[in-house]
């Protein structure tokens, strides 16, 4: 038996675990389930030893165990297989499958031809049709995650994490893999099993364990819990299934511009089929688990990523951007949430960074004006309420919500007619980000178009007049008016459509 008792993690001021628990059964599949934010990636990053709880207690067999890092919860036999891959990219099949664990001869050296076989066989269990001696990198995704899975399931652990680790698999690799995990659990292995497939779960778990704000709201037998019972405990309410064909009926102001519309757009491996409208002065939220297309769908609007799709349009034109510089030129503005890698220059001033996009839209070697840079970045800071110490001081001085307001105000400035925004107040303290969607709303009265991708559910209710929710790269719902609530955003999110509900209703 393994169990998590009282477990508290706190990231600042950000509560990601309270008193949360967790019990495990060998020879069982726990399904670990919440909305983004509930605290289950943390809960198994705990057990992996990738984050230290501040409190609480872990126990192995009744015994307490301390896991202070990874090399601890491997030596407690602990296998991990992320989402986010753990393979090195330029190492080969094999030396990524045995890296920490490799078969040793007698003389201390790496026994190669142990580990050839060990790995030989392993790709045989898995349908893994490839060299052992084939480099990572060369991998469809697909293979990639099989692997992924493999390397855990090589080590022979007496616990399993997996964490949602068929979202990149197709079907018959996802039949494959659920016929090795009724093998390990009839081993007696214990499993830990985060999707945010539902049928998964009652296709192949024993037990589920629900998590919403940091807090464990139930455990109990899968065979117990019905579809709606799972969305009530992840949410909190019951899914209303009154007026469930009206779900994606929106209304417009009347005469109401129709900004952007794009017609079956796909993105490999991401997006497979998405249609999508914005109209002026409209402020549209996509919602969705993390990993359903969202980011690649923005990047593809701005002409980041390569795609197919039958049409975008843009202000009345046809459009395909070859690259997000025609788009910036175009009147279209990118917030990113991931403000150091893609939206800020860190040592560059503050005033550089404010003026970055403005600049952007000139003439390539065209001269600036100091004079003209500070004007226009103080005027931006100003308006928009950034603390700082001097326009001279790097980026970096500044305090994460106001880099975050810096970035914002760089490209409202620029007044776009449309703005994409990718989760941009992450990891922003709760005053920046009120800040930030008053701007926002304040942008969208004078007429902006304003596209926002937000993991927080609560936010998009916040901010968005209507809600696309993504789920395995296609849209599952179109939300709007009464029919705008956390329930719904949920249900869509785990693959509850209007069309699976009215089916459960007619049986």
């Known amino acids: 038996m393994f169990e998590l008792q009282g477990i508290n993690k706190h990231f600042d001021a950000v509560v990601a675990l309270e008193n949360a628990s967790l019990t495990i059964t060998p020879g069982k599949i726990t399904a670990l389930l919440g909305s983004n934010g509930s605290g289950k990636s943390t809960m198994v990053k705990v057990l992996a030893g990738l984050v230290k709880p501040d409190s609480g207690e872990i126990l192995f067999d009744g015994q307490p165990v301390h896991i202070n890092a990874g090399i601890d919860s491997r030596k407690l036999g602990i296998g991990t297989a992320f989402q986010d891959l753990s393979l090195v990219p330029t190492m080969t099949i094999m030396d990524n499958m045995v890296l920490g664990v ?59 994490l997996l964490d949602e680790v068929t979202a990149s698999l ?32 009652f296709e192949i778990c024993d037990d589920v364990n629900i998590m919403r704000s940091g807090k464990t709201v139930i455990g109990a037998p899968v065979g117990e819990l019905t579809l709606d019972d799972i969305v009530f405990h992840m949410t909190g309410q019951r899914p209303d299934t009154e007026n469930k064909e009206h779900e994606t009926e929106v209304s417009h102001i009347e005469n109401q511009e129709l900004v952007l519309d794009v017609e079956h757009i796909s993105i490999v491996p991401k997006v497979k089929d998405i249609s999508f409208k914005a109209y002026k002065g409209e402020i549209v939220g996509i919602g969705g688990l993390e990993g359903q297309g969202q980011p690649e769908f923005i990047r593809a609007l701005i002409g980041d990523l390569k795609f197919e799709c039958d049409s975008i349009t843009y202000l009345g034109k046809k459009i395909h951007f070859n690259s997000p510089a025609d788009a910036v030129k175009s009147g279209i503005g990118f917030i990113s949430g991931e403000r150091n890698k893609e939206a800020m220059f860190p040592e560059r001033t503050i005033s550089e960074n404010i003026f970055a996009g403005d600049a952007a839209k000139g003439k390539l070697f065209s001269y600036l004006f100091s004079k003209q840079v500070r004007k226009f970045a103080q005027g931006a800071v100003d308006k928009y ?56 709303h304040k942008c969208a009265e004078e007429g902006m178009t304003i596209i926002i991708s937000a993991s927080d559910t609560e936010e998009l209710l916040d901010i968005s007049d209507r809600i696309y929710v993504f789920y395995e790269g296609m849209v599952s719902a179109e939300l709007s008016g009464k029919n705008k609530n956390a329930e719904r955003i949920v249900a869509a999110m785990v693959g509850m459509t209007s069309q699976s509900l009215l089916e459960k209703e007619v049986e």
């Open 385 to 440: 309420d950034i603390k700082i110490g001097q326009l001279k001081n790097p980026a970096s001085s500044l305090s994460g919500g106001n880099q975050q307001k810096l970035v914002v105000a760089r490209w409202i400035s620029m007044n776009p007619s449309l703005l994409l925004l990718d989760d941009p107040t992450k990891g922003v303290d709760i005053h920046s980000r009120r800040d930030i969607h008053n701007i926002l």
């Open 102 to 160: 490799e078969p040793v001869t007698k003389l201390g050296l790496v026994d190669r031809k142990k580990a050839l076989n060990e790995v030989s066989d392993l790709l045989d269990r898995f349908h893994i049709r490839c060299n052992p001696f084939d480099f990572v990198q060369t991998l469809a995704p697909s293979t990639q995650s099989m692997l992924e899975i493999a390397k855990a399931v090589l080590m022979k652990p007496r616990l399993l």
């Open 170 to 201: 197709h079907s018959e690799e996802i039949d494959t893999l659920f016929h090795i995990l009724k093998q390990l659990k009839a081993e007696g292995v214990a499993m830990v099993y985060v999707t945010h497939r539902m049928q998964e779960i």
